[in-house]
């Protein structure tokens, strides 16, 4: 009986032991949940605050809560989902002087680094290519669990003219703003 005991107390020590050293499977979140994300955008036209975004977009993230700084993200926008002002203005932004859509349907973000800042906030380094050309971008981001989901809302400033955005008298900044602040609002599903 004594070996039962003493057996059973190594055995037990053993499995508390194990709940401490082994770490517990976090959630793991790469789905996009496209129906409720966002990719949008405000720029100065003419004076006026201009709203818009995108409404299809794709990709892959690879996220886990425990292990931030190995995150993955690849987002691809299809640029003819370009939507702000009228049906004119749209047209004019999938034209050659703007987007291009013809020679470059999509543009693209593919992360490089991330960085925990703590209290569930990230900044996010890597390249984002418009028109063919890639530049790096850094943006901050703040994310937060919601039971199989996960909700991030992140946020930089692109400057339209380093990608070739607006040539000719789209050009002057006086009539568009070179700094475009844009937002991304992306959820995503548990595997």
Same mark, same amino acid.
């Given at each position: 009986?004594?070996?039962?005991?003493?057996?059973?107390?190594?055995?037990?020590?053993?499995?508390?032991?194990?709940?401490? &050293?082994?770490?517990?499977? @976090?959630?793991?979140?790469?789905?996009?949940?496209? $129906?409720?994300? !966002?990719?949008? #955008?405000? =720029? %100065?036209?003419?004076?006026?605050?201009?709203?818009?975004?995108?409404?299809?977009?794709?990709?892959?993230?690879?996220?886990?809560?425990?292990?931030?700084?190995?995150?993955?993200?690849?987002?691809?926008?299809? &640029?003819?989902?370009?939507? @702000?002002?009228?049906?004119?203005?749209?047209?004019? $932004?999938?034209? !050659?002087?703007? #987007?291009? =859509? %013809?020679?470059?349907?999509?543009?693209?973000?593919?992360?490089?680094?991330?960085?925990?800042?703590?209290?569930?906030?990230?900044?996010?380094?890597?390249?984002?290519?418009?028109?063919?050309?890639?530049?790096?971008?850094?943006?901050?981001?703040?994310?937060?669990?919601?039971?199989?989901?996960?909700?991030?809302?992140?946020?930089?400033?692109?400057?339209?003219?380093?990608?070739?955005?607006?040539?000719?008298?789209?050009?002057?900044?006086?009539?568009?703003?070179?700094?475009?602040?844009?937002?991304?609002?992306?959820?995503?599903?548990?595997?």
């Amino acid at each position: 009986m004594k070996k039962f005991f003493t057996g059973f107390a190594v055995f037990s020590t053993t499995l508390f032991l194990c709940g401490f &050293i082994l770490p517990a499977q @976090a959630t793991e979140f790469h789905s996009i949940d496209v $129906a409720k994300s !966002k990719i949008t #955008f405000t =720029t %100065k036209l003419m004076g006026s605050n201009l709203n818009g975004g995108f409404s299809r977009f794709s990709g892959k993230v690879d996220f886990n809560p425990e292990q931030a700084e190995k995150a993955k993200a690849n987002l691809v926008i299809e &640029i003819a989902s370009f939507n @702000a002002g009228g049906d004119d203005l749209q047209e004019e $932004a999938r034209g !050659k002087d703007w #987007f291009n =859509t %013809k020679s470059f349907p999509s543009a693209n973000f593919v992360s490089d680094s991330v960085k925990n800042l703590g209290n569930n906030r990230l900044e996010i380094a890597g390249k984002l290519t418009i028109k063919g050309k890639a530049m790096p971008l850094t943006m901050s981001a703040s994310y937060q669990v919601q039971g199989k989901k996960i909700v991030f809302d992140s946020s930089f400033q692109l400057l339209r003219l380093d990608y070739g955005l607006g040539a000719g008298n789209w050009a002057d900044t006086s009539a568009v703003a070179n700094e475009v602040p844009v937002k991304v609002h992306l959820v995503l599903n548990s595997n």
